[in-house]
């Protein structure tokens, strides 16, 4: 084995092991796994029922357990997966097509979002709803980032692949 390659193996081991010990990470990967099943269940049963509601109460305080410790909960939007600092922390167990929260967001336009402290029950319950056409009249037809924006939540932010293309 070539010095570079017992180089590589190492990093490797040391990014590995930085990711399995890093807590942020760990609470980010909890809360996106909470928002799926939350968002599943709301699809399925609708938001009044007991479930819901109660993977509903479960994920907003997963939230705010995670937004005190680290004041945001930032993560990127890949088309298959949902990613922070180079480490997939969300990504469907089987291929859900539109139905994965990662998919459906990218579809959408959105590249990231950002949930700051200070997030509600109340605008948590509109991203999940932005999510999936909501209850709104006429906010089936609008995407996601229109549903968001039409809001004007100042503890969700999204960057668009249109702000990603004139960036860059």
């Known amino acids: 084995m070539s010095d570079l390659q017992k180089a590589q193996e190492m990093m490797a081991a040391v990014i590995a092991t930085k990711a399995a010990d890093d807590p942020e990470i760990s609470s980010l990967k909890r809360v996106l796994k909470l928002l799926d099943k939350t968002a599943k269940s709301n ?14 109460q479960q994920l907003f305080d997963e939230i705010s357990t995670h937004l005190s410790s680290y004041a945001k909960l930032t993560f990127l939007v890949q088309r298959s997966a949902l990613v922070c600092r180079d480490q997939v922390v969300y990504q469907p167990e089987s ?13 959408d336009g959105v590249r990231e979002v950002v949930l ?14 932005s999510l999936w056409g909501g209850n709104e009249p006429g906010a089936e037809d609008d995407d996601i ?10 503890t969700v932010t999204l960057v668009t692949a249109e702000e990603v293309a004139k960036a860059s």
Not at 118 to 129: A, I, N, P, R, V
């Open 116 to 129: 700051l402290q200070g997030l509600t029950q109340e605008e948590l319950s509109y991203f999940l709803d």
């Open 43 to 56: 699809r399925t049963y609708g938001s009044t029922n007991p479930v819901a509601q109660k993977f509903f």
């Open 145 to 154: 980032v229109t549903r968001l924006w039409s809001k004007n939540l100042s």
């Open 95 to 107: 291929d859900s097509g539109g139905e994965s929260i990662a998919f459906k967001l990218y579809a």
